[in-house]
């Protein structure tokens, strides 16, 4: 059992290994995931941004490669089967999103895989210890009313 990682279910040697080098693969996807989601935020402000030429695309793309070869050479245990399979998910509809973004600047192609990858990040996170994903209702984004 390794002191570091605790939970009901402790890792066995190989998922904590499979954890420290997934961990950045993920945080990748997330960092690419936001990427896309500002690039949105500008075109729905009508910043006319170019969005298919845009540098932080170019750079969100490069990312999203490196991310999406190591997610696919990382040796994968029986515990860690169900997060590799949310990682390849939020991969392909991180690449269906930045496909989309290619295209034109229609929001809605962009967002809708873009959710999805969100989403399976999410799941993703919740299989194993060490990946969060922010929480956005708690942050400055997600004021909520309150009736007085």
Known sequence: MNPVI???NPLDDATVAYVVET????????????????????????ARSGLPEHPMLRAAEQLYREAAEGIQRVRV??????????????ARALDRALAAAHEGLAIDPI???????YTSLQSAAAELPGFAMVAFEQGCCG?????H
């Open 23 to 46: 961990r950045r693969y993920f945080e990748d996807l997330r960092q690419v995931e936001s990427q896309l989601a500002g690039l949105l935020v500008l075109e729905a402000a009508g």
């Open 111 to 117: 967002l809708a895989p873009l959710r999805t990858a």
């Open 77 to 90: 245990t029986e515990r860690a089967r169900l997060h590799h399979y949310h990682l390849l998910a939020a």
């Open 143 to 147: 004021v909520t009313l309150r009736s």
């Open 6 to 8: 605790q939970d009901r």
